[in-house]
C-alpha cells in the first residue's frame, strides 16, 4: 500500500502517482486502493500486449484494416501477403515484412489468417503454420470458409497441441478499417478466452458461438438471411415503383413498419433514399456480389449436408449467380435492385 493511503474500508482520498487525483474509491487493506490496483492492471496488460508478436497471413481489403488495428492496439505485426502493394501497405503500418507465411509465424504468439478460401486455410496452415509454430502459439482463422474445413482444421491443430478459434467477421470493408467488426467465434472455451483479447482490438463484438467450427456455422447462416433480405428488398422497391410510389414515399412507411429490415434502413439499395449506401456511389464498394455468392454457395452446400430445407438461400443464389454470370460480380450486392428492374 502507497504511504498515506488509508485502509480498512476508508475512502481513499490521496493523489498517488498513478490516480493523479482524489479519487474517493473504497480502499482494501491487502491491495490499497482499488483504482490503483485497476491502472496498474491495464497497464501490465499494455505491456504484455506490447510484447505480443501476431503473425498475420492475408493483407486484403479486410486483413489489412485488421492487421492495422492491431498495431494501433499495441501488438507487434509480422505481416505476410503474396501481394507487394499489400505488404508495403502493412508496412507503412509499422507491421514488419514477413518472406513467407512460415516466417511470419517462427516465433509469434499468435497467428491470425485472412485467407480467400478453406482449400487456401487448410493448405497454409498444414504447409507452412504447424511445422514452424512455436509451442502454446494461438491461431486465429477470421477467413469464411466451409464448416467442414474449419472443423478439420481446428482438430489438426488441437492434435498438434495447439489452441485454434474460427472467427469469421461480419462487417465490411470500412469496419475492418474502423476496427468495428463482429466476430463470431467457434472453439473450445479456454482457446475462446485466449482469442477474445486479440479480436477485441480489430472489432467492436466478439461473441462465441460454441464449438469447433459454429462461427463459420453463424457467419453463414447470417449471410444467408442478408442476401435473402436484400432480394425481397429490392423486389419490393421495384415492385412499388411500377405502382406508382415514389422510392422515398415507400421508405418512409416500411421503414417505420413491419417490412422493416437493416437491407432497408442500413443499406437501402435505392441511390438518394436513406443512410448514404453503395446504391448512392453507382454500387461501387460495399460487399461485392461475387462475395455475397461465395457465402450463399458456403450456405446452400451446408444445408444440403445436414438436410437443411432452405428454400429461400437457394433462391437467392440463384439469383445472385445470374447477377455474376452478367459480369456484375465487383459490384455491391445491392445491385440487384437493376437486374430486377430490368436494366
Not at 480489430?202 to 467450427?213: D, E, F, P, T
Request: glycine share 12%; with cysteine; hydrophobic share 45%.
Amino acid at each position: 500500500m502507497e504511504p498515506g493511503h488509508a485502509g480498512g474500508g476508508e475512502r481513499c482520498d490521496d493523489r498517488c502517482d498513478l490516480c493523479a487525483a482524489a479519487c474517493g474509491e473504497a480502499m482494501d487493506t491487502a491491495a490499497g486502493c482499488r483504482r490503483r490496483q485497476r491502472l496498474i492492471y491495464n497497464r501490465q496488460e499494455e505491456a504484455r500486449n506490447m510484447t505480443q508478436t501476431i503473425a498475420f497471413i492475408g493483407l486484403g481489403n479486410m486483413g489489412g484494416g485488421m492487421a492495422a488495428n492491431l498495431l494501433k492496439n499495441g501488438y507487434a505485426v509480422r505481416a505476410f501477403d503474396l501481394s507487394e502493394e499489400a505488404l508495403a501497405k502493412a508496412e507503412g503500418h509499422g507491421a514488419v515484412r514477413a518472406s513467407s507465411a512460415a516466417d511470419a509465424v517462427t516465433g509469434a504468439d499468435a497467428v491470425v489468417t485472412m485467407l480467400p478460401a478453406g482449400k487456401h486455410v487448410e493448405s497454409v496452415y498444414n504447409d507452412q503454420v504447424f511445422g514452424v509454430a512455436k509451442p502454446g502459439a494461438l491461431f486465429l482463422d477470421c477467413s469464411t470458409i466451409d464448416v467442414a474445413t474449419a472443423r478439420r482444421v481446428i482438430e489438426a491443430a488441437v492434435a498438434k497441441g495447439f489452441e485454434m478459434v474460427d472467427a469469421p467477421v461480419s462487417g465490411g470493408i470500412a469496419a475492418a478499417n474502423g476496427g468495428t467488426l463482429t466476430f463470431m467465434v467457434g472453439g473450445a472455451d479456454a482457446a475462446f478466452a485466449k482469442a477474445k483479447p486479440i479480436l477485441s482490438a480489430m472489432g467492436k463484438a466478439v461473441i462465441h458461438a460454441g464449438g469447433a467450427g459454429n462461427g463459420q456455422g453463424a457467419k453463414i447462416c447470417n449471410n444467408m438471411l442478408l442476401g435473402a433480405t436484400m432480394v425481397a428488398t429490392c423486389e419490393s422497391f421495384a415492385m412499388a415503383k411500377k405502382l406508382g410510389l415514389d422510392p422515398q414515399t415507400f421508405y418512409d412507411i416500411s421503414s417505420v413498419s413491419s417490412g422493416q429490415s437493416w437491407s432497408m434502413t442500413s443499406y437501402c439499395p435505392v441511390p438518394g433514399v436513406g443512410p448514404q449506401t453503395p446504391a448512392d456511389n453507382g454500387y461501387q464498394g460495399g460487399f461485392a456480389v461475387g462475395l455475397m455468392l461465395k457465402d450463399l454457395k458456403l450456405a446452400t452446400e451446408a444445408a444440403a449436408s445436414v438436410g437443411a430445407s432452405v428454400p429461400m438461400g437457394n433462391a437467392a443464389e440463384a439469383l445472385y449467380q445470374m447477377l455474376a454470370n452478367q459480369g456484375e460480380a465487383a459490384r455491391d450486392f445491392s445491385l440487384m435492385i437493376e437486374m430486377l428492374e430490368g436494366k
